[in-house]
């Protein structure tokens, strides 16, 4: 199975991009399934069909679904969901305050996790889709198992063991499965933690940056690129939407195709050797299976959509003489943008308003970080024996 997530600035033409993309790879017999993560659902309106909380037929070979929190919760996490809002009425939160909070932060990226996981283990689809939402939420999806675990141990006291001493009585009181919620909360964990397991492989899970010539949505794709390649996922493409054709140079779009060609330039030689994939302005809006369809080929003039177009190694860790090495990706930064820490088997990297922890083998506690070099775009870490461990 293949797994294509497009992202990008808000307004870029991501849902488009990924319908045309699904249509073109369900017109060449693969079985396709596009999905949102967006709350601001758009996929029904670029496909014209009406989709639900479920896969939904479009066309032959082509499904669609719009994730929907609520729905998920109910049909599979429903305990957990009662555990939630238990937990916050026990801490004094009024009835409907604690059924909205019971969605925990980040539920919708998880939520869309989980559904992948399951297409993943049932591996019915030959390729999934996924429009996300704009690049910061993409990226909080993409961080989410990492985190998550983190938020609900701290909303709870005590350890494993004593927070199912407790559900269990609390149930035996009142009759609430919070032990059961319990349970679920840790399968979701672990469910979390498999399907980021496939998103880093790049033979099944590829990354696309859909942008415009813009200066702003060059700066924002450049920005995901990074983050993107700090985290360990493949990017594979950078599509560039909405092209305004020469012709326009006699219209009131004459300054802003000037400064196209500019971006365009830009967009090549800072994300090469990844392959750029241009896309002519249509001159009106593209949904429907014709006009997708239309846009899909023009697309992918000289590829298979469903292909892995470019691969990387963002990130790996070598053997060398009186330690390891490890090389980390991180294009479009200055030796000044970025820290390093090391905890116990924990390696920090924060940059800007993102933070990666590498965690390494359990052997590395007893490893000091010795030294860091920054060969543009390779941050080169050392970590030795400590010597006082």
Not at 242 to 250: E, N
Request: a negative charge; glycine letters at 6%; one cysteine or more.
């Amino acid at each position: 199975m293949r797994i294509i997530l497009f992202t990008g600035k808000g307004g870029v033409g991501k849902t488009t991009i990924a319908a045309a993309t699904a249509l073109q790879a369900a017109k060449q017999g693969k079985k396709t399934l596009v999905i949102s993560t967006d709350p601001a659902h758009s996929l029904s309106d670029a496909l014209d069909v009406e989709l639900q909380p479920e896969p939904t037929p479009v066309l032959p070979n082509l499904w669609g679904q719009e994730f929907d929190v609520y729905y998920s919760m109910q049909k599979y996490w429903n305990n957990m969901r009662h555990l939630m809002r238990a937990l916050f009425r026990w801490q004094g939160v009024d009835n409907i305050v604690a059924e909205e909070l019971s969605v925990l932060p980040g539920m919708e990226e998880a939520s869309a996790f989980l559904w992948l996981e399951k297409y993943y283990q049932e591996d019915e689809y030959d390729l999934i889709i996924i429009d996300s939402a704009p690049t910061g939420e993409t990226l909080t999806l993409l961080s989410l198992p990492q985190i998550a675990q983190s938020w609900i141990m701290k909303a709870f006291p005590g350890r494993k063991f004593a927070m199912r001493t407790f559900g269990k009585g609390v149930r035996m009181v009142t009759g609430v499965p919070l032990d059961k919620g319990l349970e679920e909360m840790e399968q979701l964990f672990e469910k979390l933690q498999v399907i980021q397991e496939v998103f880093l492989r790049p033979d099944i899970c590829s990354i696309r940056i859909v942008a415009n010539p813009e200066r702003m949505v060059v700066r924002e794709a450049k920005r995901a690129y990074t983050y993107l390649q700090l985290y360990g996922y493949n990017v594979d493409a950078v599509i560039v939407n909405r092209i305004l054709p020469a012709a326009a140079a006699d219209t009131v779009f004459a300054k802003y195709l000037e400064k196209q060609s500019t971006y365009l330039e830009e967009i090549e030689n800072s994300f090469a050797p990844l392959p750029i994939l241009k896309v002519g302005h249509q001159g009106e809006e593209v949904f429907g299976e014709d006009l997708l369809a239309k846009l899909g080929l023009i697309m992918y003039a000289e590829h298979d959509p469903a292909a892995v177009l470019h691969q990387d190694k963002p990130f790996e860790i070598n053997d060398v003489k009186g330690g390891f090495e490890i090389k980390a990706r991180l294009p479009f930064v200055e030796e000044d943008d970025f820290t390093l820490k090391k905890y116990g088997d924990e390696l920090i990297i924060d940059l800007g308003n993102r933070r990666r922890t590498i965690f390494l083998p359990r052997f590395a506690n007893y490893l000091k970080l010795d030294s860091h070099r920054f060969e543009p775009p390779w941050l080169i870490v050392k970590l030795t024996e400590d010597k006082k461990a």
